[in-house]
Structures are given as C-alpha cells and as structure tokens.
C-alpha cells in the first residue's frame, strides 16, 4: 500500500507538472476573432484538467485513507502527505484560474483595439 501510494504520488506530480508547463501558455491569438475563437480551447481544457486532476486526487485521498486506516505513520517510499498533494491541487487550480484572467484580460484589450 505504501509502494502504491508513493507510485500515484510520482505519478500525479508529474500530471501536475506537465499540464502546469501547459497552460502557462498565453497565446490567445492575434486579433480579436483569434482570441474570442480560442474561448471554446479554453473551455475544453479547463473541464479536461479539473476532470482529471479530480481523479487523481480522490484516487490518492483515498490510498491515503486505507494507509491511515491501517494506522501508517512514515512512509519510506515518499515523504509526501496527503496535505502536500492539496498543495499541489490547489497551486494548479491556481494556474487555471491565472490563465483564465489573462485570458480574459487579452480579450477585453483586443475589444478594445478593435473599436479603434
């Protein structure tokens, strides 16, 4: 138990990691069609990270559970805790909600331009 928690912890931080470099993106597109059309990317990948980052949270809250359950104090294969994956959820959730503001800055600016 303790082998697979520390597996889906490696493999959740790595997720994180990945769609963190992701969505650090902020090529919204070049003229207002451009940016309003890349709304719907946007969307698309919000509900795809948040539905998969959901997963693979519960799935660790609940190999954190049964450890905890079993009385599991240390674990020798890792030295994340379920507070460290929270972290983790979170600073990501965070990383989603910048992107959407620049997002949203982007396209106020390119409205803007446009009545020019």
């Given at each position: ?11 959740n931080?790595?997720y994180?990691?990945?769609?963190t ?34 997963q ?30 929270v ?11 910048e ?18």
């Amino acid at each position: 138990m303790r082998l697979k928690f520390a597996q889906a912890v490696k493999d959740n931080n790595a997720y994180l990691k990945k769609a963190t470099n992701e969505v650090s993106n902020r090529e919204f597109g070049d003229n207002l069609k451009e940016v309003l059309d890349f709304e719907k990317k946007l969307d698309d990948t919000d509900h795809k990270y948040k539905d998969e980052s959901d997963q693979k949270f519960r799935h660790l809250d609940d190999l954190w559970n049964q450890l905890q359950e079993k009385g599991v104090k240390e674990n020798r294969y890792t030295a994340y805790t379920i507070d460290d994956i929270v972290k983790g959820n979170n600073d990501f959730r965070g990383s989603l909600n910048e992107r959407r503001k620049d997002y949203e800055k982007e396209k106020k600016k390119k409205k803007k331009k446009k009545k020019f």
